[in-house]
């Protein structure tokens, strides 16, 4: 359930017939639709109130169909099933459909009054720098003049402030709420990120986007879709649903690239490279390019180039990939029809994005730390990379990390390896051990460590705590894994925990006597 969004109108019931003409049905069963009005949409029977349209959905972990009896005594007085129940409940339309995800998709479009049809939608996919590449995209829209809201990893953020969310992109009837309260608060566009679950899944099914944006894939999810081939694929998926005046915005630096471009023809197809020479099988409309020029632990400064012009523009988030994030914000923002100046003079406006290379705090008695969501392999070499190119011997980069529980184990080992080869000590630690053992967790990302520099600590606090009274003048810390989070789950149950307050608090106790008073961890 989505809470704490309020409408200045409430949201009025729409007939069932009405919607009942928009969603593909195999048969109804029940009492005639004309003399029903639907109240309320859901898929979950705790949500339901008198007059719902209860969607039952086959899923992973239960069926929807268990809970439609649940539903119907709750007031539910219609239900979206793909088998029928033994028993008809009397008074409620069964609506029999082949892909109740997509029924209720198209159910929800209409009952929200086609609200994704009125806003611009942006959808960002890939496997790293979703969130900060839809964030700097929304923070440029809105620096350009135009109303954009953002969906994304933890929230939703609106004019009016931001709406906590549980999953990176929502349900499709959430989504269409989302959208009705973006009209609501005056928005003209909404930027999103979309995870390969949820186009999968269908949480994305009849939405048109005016621009899809890729930016890499490497390692993840691999407990859902099996194989890299399967989850590319599965990526993909977002550049069928481009508008027909959509465009594609590509990293043409990834491999992967080229097969997000298939389906889209060339003259739609914006790339962005920090490596000339990738182009070179990726014909494109457009292309936008950049190099570093300078960067600090504070600030990177880079050449940017338009297809029409060039500028050198200054941004906080340090490293070369997010470098590569910042180009296919402004592709996007360019692609709409923003000229180079006004977006050039709008990244004047300082970006900063919670949990990505956030440095926390700033630097202190020579040193610092960064917080980042690094999750997966590729993200995690590429945020030491970028530390590691602010560290000059004998300074030395400590990291703190762990991996999920109840997730993709083949990633464990590689984070090891990486860990070993760009850090000089690592904290093996837990992230969200979920409802698995985190000894078994460290043991299978101990398996591809080397050498001896480093130490597990399976409590999380401990190990931070650990790492940052270890830290000497021109060292830098690097938390990763959990980034903007703040709770920790820990057999099946969650607790509060900030990386961010943890370090601030350790700082203030390691260091709180100046400098040259630290207790230092002889072992990192």
């Not at 990526?235 to 465009?247: I, S, V």
């Not at 297809?307 to 070369?320: F, H």
């Not at 464990?412 to 000089?424: C, K, Q, Y």
């Not at 608090?505 to 709180?512: G, L, Y």
């Amino acid at each position: 359930m989505i809470k704490g969004i309020s409408f200045s109108q409430p949201i009025l019931p729409v007939r069932l017939s009405v919607l009942l003409d928009q969603i593909r049905h195999i048969d109804c069963s029940g009492p005639d639709p004309d003399g029903l009005s639907v109240a309320a949409i859901t898929a979950d029977s705790r949500e339901v109130v008198s007059g719902s349209l209860f969607a039952a959905i086959p899923g992973f972990v239960s069926d929807g169909h268990r809970f439609i009896d649940a539903a119907v005594r709750k007031g539910a007085i219609a239900i979206i099933c793909e088998t029928l129940p033994m028993q008809l409940a009397p008074g409620v339309l069964f609506i029999r459909v082949a892909d109740a995800r997509k029924a209720l998709a198209e159910a929800a479009k209409v009952f929200y009054g086609q609200a994704s049809e009125k806003l611009v939608l942006i959808g960002v996919t890939g496997t790293n720098g979703k969130t900060t590449t839809a964030r700097l995209i929304t923070g440029l829209l809105n620096a350009c003049g135009i109303s954009a809201a953002y969906i994304g990893t933890g929230l939703c953020r609106m004019p009016s402030g931001d709406i906590l969310l549980e999953r990176t992109t929502p349900e499709a009837h959430e989504l269409q709420l989302l959208f009705a309260a973006m009209l609501e608060e005056g928005c003209n566009a909404a930027v999103m990120e979309v995870s390969s679950h949820a186009l999968v899944l269908d949480r994305v099914y009849g939405l048109r986007f005016r621009s899809a944006v890729f930016t890499n894939l490497s390692m993840d999810h691999l407990d859902f879709h099996h194989t890299m081939e399967e989850y590319a694929r599965a990526k993909q998926l977002l550049f069928d649903q481009l508008a027909p005046e959509g465009f594609a915005v590509l990293n043409g630096d990834d491999s992967y690239g080229a097969l997000m471009a298939e389906k889209v023809p060339q003259e739609r197809r914006l790339c962005c490279t920090m490596e000339p020479e990738s182009h070179r099988n990726l014909q494109c409309a457009k292309r936008f390019s950049a190099s570093v020029t300078e960067s600090s632990p504070a600030a990177t400064t880079i050449s940017l180039n338009f297809p029409d012009v060039s500028a050198e523009v200054r941004t906080e988030l340090p490293g070369r990939y997010n470098v590569m994030n910042l180009l296919e914000a402004v592709a996007v923002v360019s692609g709409m029809g923003i000229s180079s100046s006004a977006v050039t003079e709008a990244l004047k406006t300082p970006f900063s994005v919670p949990g990505r290379m956030e440095q926390v705090p700033d630097a202190y008695a020579g040193r610092c730390a960064f917080v980042d969501y690094a999750h997966t392999p590729d993200a995690l070499e590429k945020a030491l990379g970028t530390i590691r190119e602010l560290v000059r011997p004998p300074s030395r980069i400590i990291v703190v990390f762990g991996c999920g529980g109840n997730r993709d184990r083949m990633k464990r080992p590689l984070m090891g390896r990486i860990a070993s080869e760009n850090a000089d000590f690592s904290y093996l630690t837990s992230d969200n051990p979920r409802d698995e053992d985190p000894e078994e967790i460290l043991d299978d990302i101990e398996s591809g460590m080397s050498g001896s520099s480093y130490k597990r600590i399976v409590d999380r606090a401990s190990a931070i705590r650990e790492a940052a009274a270890s830290l000497r003048p021109g060292d830098v810390l690097l938390v990763a894994g959990k980034g903007h989070e703040t709770s920790q789950e820990i057999a099946g149950e969650k607790h509060y925990f900030s990386d961010q307050e943890m370090l601030r608090e350790c700082f203030r106790e390691c260091f709180r006597e100046g400098p040259d008073d630290v207790t230092t961890n002889q072992s990192a």
